[in-house]
DNA sequence: CGTTATTGTCTGATATTTCAGACAATATGT
DNA sequence: ACATATTGTCTGAAATATCAGACAATAACG
């Protein structure tokens, strides 16, 4: 095995695949980029048949197709294959197809350039949280988190702002229960989690100091579509020790910002 | 019809596919989505079927998967699908993963932010000229091109310069005849093309001025690679109407930024 | 209103793709 | 040097995904 610890991906669909079962080849690409995205670098092709659950002769086919669309590409002599250079071309397309999520993006650069912290645009995927899009910030103290990569919402001040919509027994429905456990074994007790959530819709922002990791103040602000929901939220994710007069004027700029965004009601 | 000039698609490998002959879905996907690039935007499933030259049915069923995993996603309320979240996740693992394109693009932003002009970064697909990704100017003489799209090499500064590798020969080779053709029907000359190659090679910069169109000034400088190839370039697209002076000043910044880019010989 | 084109969903049959397994050629470890 | 694991490539056969075409339901048009 090349490195770190590789999992079986359990698919949604056909839980144990019954043997002499076939998959279709458009399901294991899904997967398998999906996969990718989650183990964030390069995999060789044995790596990722064992991942997804592929035999390898199948998995060499298609890696190979995607190699020669340039939806995967080589990287290193030694067989990795990563994302390839359509995909930034796609994800390019996506982004700046939709004129709301331009100017985010606008917003995104100078909030960055302004003030030098690292600035992330936050929303959902299933029931999990994702960052969408960062800059980081520019300081020697420079927090770094991946965009994509799904984690518990009730670690996140984003995911108690994303959940507003919700009534007390639709969160505790949405949360998985393992989800409130802290990555250093802390357990969230869920009727903290609720009032959180909605004193954050009370307020319209939320602050979350040393929850996921002991190093980190996060503050989000909430971007509300035409309907006046929060599809996504805008954060600063900053050093803990920020002094507390920074850190009300960058909240005060968060939620400016967040508000110009957001789209008048319909 | 929904709208514009949709055209069948001729895939690389087989021409006309005989009847009864059938495509894997795999293949209809990757058509599927570089048709959906080089349309940039949204399409509705039954022009998708007649632009890749799939079957309705087929598309359906190809399209409703692609949307399930949010590499697709449904745009308007008309039936129309464009690229989803997932293609921007993967691409931004694609243009994050590697600390020499992230530094590309740090400049990119910072070059930008300085000068206000436009600015991309180039290279080649096949032996078409794409932007990779660019910085619109912030002015509002905003010349924007979109990233992605194949274009002719002659058209263009940074295809002078990105087949500097290459013999007289090699370059009569690899660009297609009617590549010489302009969009407003004048006609280059492949040798005075070559001639341009040669000096773009010797200058180490190219510029064209009112090439692709009447308005732009553009121009490239190489990014080499640890063998000292060029894989691919910055550039500027300016008013044509830039004073000397000015054009000068980005001209050295251009190459400066480009040289600091090149990776060291190997 | 009749005519024509489109959308989205189903169906059954067959051409094809996925799959298990074998293979030689390297790696890796003891 | 031996045993074990891995990589990349092929093969034949069985399971099935793709396909043509039909269908009702709207939409577009004169």
Known sequence: MSDGAIGLIETEAGAVPRNGERRRGIDRVIVLLEALLRHRAPMRVGDIARMIGAPRSTTYEIVNSLLEAEMLENVGTEGYVYFGRAMHLFGWAYSHHNAHYRRIIETLDRMAAETGET???CGLRGNKYIVLDCRD???PFRISSDV?????????AS????LGHMSEEEVEDFIPPGDYKLPD????APAE????VALARQQGFSETAALADRFTWCMAAPIRDGHGAINKTLCFVLPVD??????????????????ALSLAGS
């Not at 074994?185 to 969230?188: E, Q, T």
């Not at 989690?193 to 959180?196: I, L, N």
């Open 185 to 188: 074994g802390r357990v969230i």
């Open 159 to 162: 995911g108690r702002l994303l």
């Open 137 to 139: 910030s520019s300081g």
């Open 242 to 259: 920020t002094p507390e007069a920074r850190r009300s004027e960058l909240l005060a700029l968060l939620c400016e910002r967040a508000r």
């Open 193 to 196: 989690f609720f009032s959180d």
């Open 119 to 121: 600035v992330q645009l």
């Open 148 to 156: 994509g990569v799904e984690v518990p919402i009730p670690w996140t």
